[in-house]
């Protein structure tokens, strides 16, 4: 199709990714920025939340903005911000951390929005939500999980995903294995070395025991 032929969408919301320094916040961000540059897509701008220290990591793989989920007035900061921009947030991904906090920030966003549509914002959220969550009126909270009761659903789902979109993406450069790797060492004598690190904590990091040949 000719590119004058292709309608652009209007550029004026915010993909909220919470926990971008996790393992699967990393590929969040990355998948949202994949968005953002989509024409077609009203992504304008990636927002994301990490600790102080992971902040140039969550930069570098395509957050526009970082904060810092301790902050106590993060979620002000988040609504403030994007307010500033121009933009409106209607959909975040939570990695990892507290789904209230996402409810408060696309909350904030419901009166936007118009139409008689019930739900206005949507949050995708990577843990299993927890019971006893209240609700928020126009934010509808969603599992992410593969299709559970249609196989050929499901294995259509992995095959788009894994098969194609992620192999596309990683052989032209659009996405990169994240978190980094760090190898602690090779065969189960080196495994304890690995839990004493975690056991100490790691962050933004993978640690690997390497198979012994």
């Not at 052989?171 to 690995?194: C, H, K, T």
Request: aromatic share 6%.
């Amino acid at each position: 199709m000719p590119k004058c032929m292709i309608s652009k969408q209007k550029k004026n919301e915010v993909l909220l990714v919470w926990g971008a320094s996790s393992s699967v916040g990393s590929m969040g961000v990355q998948v949202a920025r994949v968005l953002r540059d989509d024409p077609q897509t009203p992504v304008k701008a990636v927002y994301a939340t990490a600790g102080a220290a992971n902040h140039e990591y969550a930069r570098s793989l395509g957050a526009d903005r970082v904060f810092d989920y301790r902050d106590s007035k993060v979620v002000d900061e988040i609504v403030e911000t994007a307010r500033e921009d121009g933009c409106v947030i209607r959909h975040c991904f939570l990695a990892v951390g507290d789904v209230r906090m996402c409810q408060a920030v696309v909350g904030a966003f419901v009166g936007d929005f118009e139409g008689e549509k019930e739900v206005k914002a949507k949050i995708a959220s990577a843990p299993v939500i927890p019971p006893g969550v209240e609700t928020v009126n126009g934010v509808k909270i969603i599992f992410v999980v593969p299709s559970m009761d249609d196989e050929e659903e499901r294995l259509n789902q992995f095959q788009y995903w894994l098969g194609r979109w992620a192999r596309e993406n990683l052989a032209n450069g659009n996405i990169r294995p994240s978190p980094e790797l760090r190898v602690v060492g090779r065969g189960l004598q080196a495994v304890n070395d690995g839990l004493d690190e975690l056991s100490r904590g790691v962050s933004c990091l993978k640690l690997v025991v390497e198979v012994a040949e």
